[in-house]
T-cell receptor, first 112, second 115 residues
């Protein structure tokens, strides 16, 4: 079945550092790929998405590119802020389906 | 964006009792809602797909008789954990999409503790 493997955390960085959280997937079809974020005390919310190969999703300074050849969707940000501290989930959905398969989540802490 | 509200946010119950968790789409109609479970330091695992007006679709390994799902209206799905045991203690989260939409909107989650 489909699966998502995500970089293990926790990850701790200093403010303004460069961030990469790795995500790779296995899917039989052509999935849509997502990054969801869960801030402390809140529910999950969509951070960015990409629906086909070579698409780049971006939001709030975060970016991720759908790489079909490496089955990856790594999350990057050039300069993180304390407010980016949260748990980040990589996820996929098979084409035509709305249910999600999640990676294990990566807890990110940014220190001032 | 669309809002999904989940209630309660936390609940403690005794072993052997049943607990109901509600998931509401506040500003849109959802023919389908999804229920996930999250174990500590682990990922969210899909338990079942809740279908308005019909039976829920359960993922492999999820006990239908233990986790009863009812989707009686276009804005409400309920998950009832029956005869709860300590191993049912977990974080339960629901989600729904706008019709035809890719983005899932999540409830705040419910922390269930069975003592």
């Amino acid at each position: 079945g489909d699966s998502v493997t995500q970089m293990e955390g926790p990850v701790t960085l200093s403010e303004e550092a460069f961030l990469t959280i790795n995500c790779t997937y296995t899917a039989t079809g052509y999935p849509s790929l997502f990054w969801y974020v869960q801030y402390p005390g809140e529910g999950l919310q969509l951070l960015l998405k990409a629906t086909k190969a070579d698409d780049k999703g971006s939001n709030k300074g975060f970016e991720a590119t759908y790489r079909k050849e490496t089955t990856s969707f790594h999350l990057e940000k050039g300069s993180v802020q304390v407010s980016d501290s949260a748990v980040y989930f990589c996820a996929l959905s098979d084409r035509g389906a709305q249910k999600l398969v999640f990676g294990q989540g990566t807890r990110l802490t940014i220190n001032p | 964006g669309a809002v999904v509200s989940q209630h309660p946010s936390w609940v403690i119950c005794k072993s052997g009792t049943s607990v109901k968790i509600e998931c509401r789409s506040l500003d849109f109609q959802a023919t389908t809602m999804f229920w996930y479970r999250q174990f500590p330091k682990q990922s969210l695992m899909l338990m079942a797909t809740s279908n308005e007006g019909s039976k829920a679709t359960y993922e492999q390994g999820v006990e239908k008789d233990k986790f009863l799902i009812n989707h009686a209206s276009l804005t409400l799905s309920t998950l009832t954990v029956t005869s709860a045991h300590p191993e049912d203690s977990s974080f339960y989260i629901c989600s729904a999409n706008l019709p035809g939409g890719l983005e899932a909107f999540f409830g705040q989650g419910t922390r269930l503790t069975v003592v």
